[in-house]
């Protein structure tokens, strides 16, 4: 398997523009996660999604956040209009819930820069 | 609610000594604790993780974490420490619930000089 993918890796912008970030989970995984890392505030959790449903979005900051999981091997998050505080390194994450104590595996990040 | 503790920002050690990373948890039902670790400008990776019985539990690349129940803790060890050990390790911790996600502590700077 070629684990979680995340697209793009890198990507710097605008402040205004509009910003979207995507993964593909693992295959049969039905937990996916998205969180944000930054040296201030550490691993954030911005939400997370069951069998492609949102299960709870209270770490996302604002409206100007948002995450989509149209089908089980997709998910975006969007974010519009982005602000230079919005940069960070953004990862996703997914799980097989099965199992209660199967543990998360995470892509790579996308690095996003807001200028 | 659940929560992760990693008191030491940074843990210096030198080349084969020993090295121990701290991790203290607090969770309502039974604890389920995981270690991953992070090399620069990479996603988290999975180490090891505890789920029940034997207290000493063995993951990737030699390291251990000893799991003790009375003081709420799991550190994260390594009889020998490698430079290329040098990395963020973060402990995190998720109860037995349905719904429950990992609650990641900030993180410990782990480095290991020559």
């Known amino acids: 398997d070629a684990g979680v993918i995340q697209s793009p890796r890198h990507e710097v912008t605008e402040m205004g523009q509009e910003v979207t970030l995507r993964c593909k989970p693992i295959?049969?995984?039905?937990?996916l996660f998205w969180y944000r890392q930054t040296m201030m505030r550490g691993l954030e959790l911005l939400i997370y999604f069951n069998n492609n449903v949102p299960i709870d979005d209270s770490g996302m900051p604002e409206d100007r956040f948002s995450a989509k999981m149209p089908n089980a091997s997709f998910s975006t998050l969007k974010i519009q209009p982005s602000e230079p505080r919005d940069s960070a390194v953004y990862f996703c994450a997914s799980r097989d819930t099965g199992f209660a104590y199967n543990e998360q595996f995470f892509g790579p990040g996308t690095r996003l820069t807001v200028l | 609610a659940q929560s992760v503790a990693q008191p030491e920002d940074q843990v210096n050690v030198a080349e084969g000594n020993p090295l121990t990373v701290k991790c203290t948890y607090s969770v309502s039902g039974n604890p389920y604790l995981f270690w991953y670790v992070q090399y620069p400008n990479r996603g988290l990776q999975f180490l090891l993780k505890?789920?029940?019985?034997?207290?000493l539990v063995k993951g990737s690349y030699g390291f251990e974490a000893e799991f003790n129940k009375s003081q709420t803790s799991f550190h994260l060890k390594k009889p020998s420490a490698l430079v290329s050990d040098s990395a963020l390790y973060f402990c995190?911790?998720?109860?037995?619930?349905?719904?429950?996600?990992?609650?990641f502590g900030k993180g410990t700077m782990l480095l290991v000089s020559p």
């Open positions: 295959s049969g995984h039905n937990s």
């Open positions: 505890y789920i029940t019985g034997d207290n």
């Open positions: 995190a911790v998720r109860d037995d619930g349905g719904y429950s996600t990992l609650t």
